[in-house]
Structures are given as structure tokens and as C-alpha cells.
């Protein structure tokens, strides 16, 4: 039989890992949520070392990842497989695992057994999806299933078509609104977290004060709950697209293209491998297989 003290240290060691409960409490206590996003082992392990409280394995992989102009080409198997990858990586953050494109707009059915795949096959510890009102009994549905749903509101990278291209949302009266209704309505449907992007500040930071649960904004200002980027683009490695809310935060993109040019100098030199990278073979060996 475990005393109280016993049970309560093993509770301090679940706790070590990030969980809707701690990411709610940080809202509570305005301790910013830090998210970025990842999509494979090292790259995840690297960011939770680092001490990030959430990873985002975003769709945004359509494009940082695999080189397409949007995120619609993106597929279930695609998340699946780049999930279970940072889920091996990431010891303590809360990993939140996109849901494709036309993975849960087609029907609620749909929607829970793509929402159960992410979390039995990616080993997500929630999903995402984007929209507002008409995602809604999605929602429902698989927070129902006692699966986490995260809301993506504002631009929504999925509905690029719609919206005619990237582009700043709920800059009129009537949007603003919408959007305010939106998260209200994600919240009402049982969203544990909402992602905010590309929003004006001053609107973000309004929907912010309104919600019980927990907003992370992108290109929405720091009014919000909780800060992500894509670490790419942070990290200044993605030059196909530089939206104004990615600061760099380190010039690594240059880093790796110096490396690479370095180790293609040293090759062609022969400098490199140099002796202390060579595995060395005793000359009796070497002369008795001539
Ligand atoms: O796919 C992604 O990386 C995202 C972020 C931009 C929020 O949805």
C-alpha cells in the first residue's frame, strides 16, 4: 500500500511532462506557453531539452519538409509518420499533432478515427484542426473520445483556396466578430487550447481576455496565452516564404550552408578525414592480404 507522501512523489514525477492541466494552469498564472514547431526525433529532442513546454508537428511539414507551396497535399500517413518520430524525441513536452487536410472536414466519423490514428499510431498527446463554427460537432465528437482537440483560428493555412492566399484575418467589423464567435464557439465545443494566427494584437489579445482555455498566437501578438513558430523559420533555415511575425532567432540556415561548404572544401583537399577519423590496421594484416 503507497502512503500519501509516496503517492504524492510519484505524482510530482507524472507532472514532469506537460499535460492539458499544466498548460491550463499556466494560463491561470499568465506564464507564457512556449510551442515551436518539429516534425522528427532529433529536432524534437534537441527543443525539449531546450525546455519548451509544447511541440507543435505541424502540417506546415508539407512545406518546410517536403517542399510543397501549401499544406493540402499533406496526408494522414505523412503526420503519422513524422508524430511518432518527435513523440520518441520528446520526453516532456505536450505534443500536438496536426490533422490533415480533408482528414476531418469530410464528416465527424472521419474525423474521430483520423483524430484516434494520430494519437495510437503518431503518439500525439492531442490534436489540431482548423476552423471555427463548422468544425464544431468534430470537436464534440472527439473530445468526447477523450482525445484533446487544440482550435486553429484566423488564417488557416488549409483554407489558402478560400481565402485567395496568406493573408491577415478579422481586420473589419465583421470579421473581428466572427472570429470572436469562432473562439468562443471552438471553447464551448470542448477545444482545450486555441491557435490564433495571423490576427491583429489588440483583436488576439481581446479573444484572449474572453476564453477560459489557453490561446497561442502566431503573428497575433503577445497578448495571447502562448507563442508559435515554426522553427525553420525561427531559426532563419526556410527562405521560400518569410512572413513578418518570423523573427530569427539564429542565423542557422547560414550555419549549415557554411558547414556544408566547408566539408565539401575539406573533401576536395583531402584535409578531410584526417587521421583521428580513420580506423587504423596493423601492416602484418594489411601484407598478408596482398
Ligand atoms: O502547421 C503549422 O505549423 C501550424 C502553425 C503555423 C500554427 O499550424
Same mark, same amino acid.
Given at each position: 500500500?503507497?502512503?500519501?507522501?509516496?503517492?504524492?512523489?510519484?505524482?510530482?514525477?507524472?507532472? *514532469?511532462?506537460?499535460?492539458?492541466?499544466?498548460?491550463?494552469?499556466?494560463?491561470?498564472?499568465? %506564464?507564457k506557453i512556449t510551442m515551436l514547431t518539429a516534425y522528427d526525433y532529433t529536432t524534437a529532442k534537441l527543443i525539449d531539452e531546450a525546455g519548451i513546454d509544447t511541440i507543435l508537428v505541424g502540417d506546415s511539414l508539407g512545406m518546410v519538409m517536403l517542399g510543397y507551396e501549401?499544406?493540402? /497535399?499533406?496526408? *494522414?500517413? %505523412?503526420?503519422?509518420?513524422?508524430?511518432a518520430a518527435v513523440a520518441r524525441g520528446?520526453?516532456?513536452?505536450?505534443?500536438?499533432?496536426?490533422?490533415?487536410?480533408?482528414s476531418y472536414q469530410t464528416s465527424v466519423h472521419d474525423a474521430v478515427v483520423n483524430a484516434g490514428r494520430l494519437m495510437k499510431e503518431g503518439r500525439a498527446n492531442a490534436v489540431?484542426?482548423?476552423?471555427?463554427?463548422?468544425? &464544431?460537432?468534430?470537436?464534440?465528437?472527439?473530445?468526447? &473520445?477523450?482525445?484533446?482537440?487544440?482550435?486553429?483560428?484566423?488564417l488557416t493555412p488549409q483554407s489558402?483556396?478560400?481565402?485567395?492566399?496568406?493573408?491577415?484575418?478579422?481586420?473589419?467589423?465583421?470579421?473581428?466578430?466572427?472570429?470572436?464567435?469562432?473562439?468562443? @464557439?471552438?471553447?464551448? @465545443?470542448?477545444? &482545450?487550447?486555441?491557435?490564433i494566427e495571423c490576427v491583429p494584437a489588440k483583436?488576439?489579445?481581446?479573444?484572449?481576455?474572453?476564453? /477560459?482555455?489557453?490561446?497561442?498566437?502566431?503573428g497575433a501578438g503577445n497578448g495571447c496565452d502562448g507563442q508559435v513558430l515554426v522553427y525553420q523559420d525561427m531559426l532563419a533555415?526556410?527562405?521560400?516564404m518569410a512572413p513578418k511575425f518570423a523573427k530569427h532567432f539564429g542565423q542557422v540556415g547560414t550555419a549549415m550552408?557554411?558547414?556544408?561548404?566547408?566539408?565539401?572544401?575539406?573533401?576536395?583537399?583531402?584535409?578531410?578525414p584526417a587521421p583521428e577519423h580513420t580506423f587504423a590496421i596493423s601492416d602484418e594484416v594489411m601484407n598478408a592480404i596482398k
Open positions: 500500500m503507497l502512503g500519501t507522501k509516496q503517492i504524492l512523489e510519484r505524482e510530482d514525477l507524472y507532472i *514532469m511532462k506537460h499535460t492539458v492541466l499544466t498548460l491550463q494552469e499556466q494560463k491561470k498564472n499568465n %506564464d501549401d499544406t493540402i /497535399s499533406v496526408t *494522414m500517413e %505523412d503526420m503519422i509518420h513524422h508524430s520528446a520526453k516532456n513536452a505536450f505534443i500536438v499533432t496536426d490533422m490533415p487536410f480533408m489540431k484542426l482548423e476552423g471555427g463554427l463548422s468544425v &464544431c460537432p468534430q470537436i464534440k465528437a472527439i473530445t468526447a &473520445c477523450d482525445i484533446p482537440v487544440v482550435a486553429h483560428i484566423g489558402v483556396n478560400a481565402f485567395g492566399g496568406f493573408k491577415v484575418q478579422g481586420k473589419d467589423i465583421e470579421n473581428a466578430k466572427r472570429l470572436v464567435e469562432e473562439a468562443k @464557439a471552438v471553447e464551448a @465545443a470542448g477545444a &482545450c487550447m486555441v491557435v483583436l488576439a489579445t481581446y479573444i484572449s481576455e474572453q476564453l /477560459s482555455i489557453p490561446t497561442i498566437g502566431i533555415m526556410y527562405s521560400d550552408k557554411e558547414a556544408f561548404a566547408n566539408y565539401i572544401k575539406e573533401t576536395k583537399a583531402q584535409t578531410f
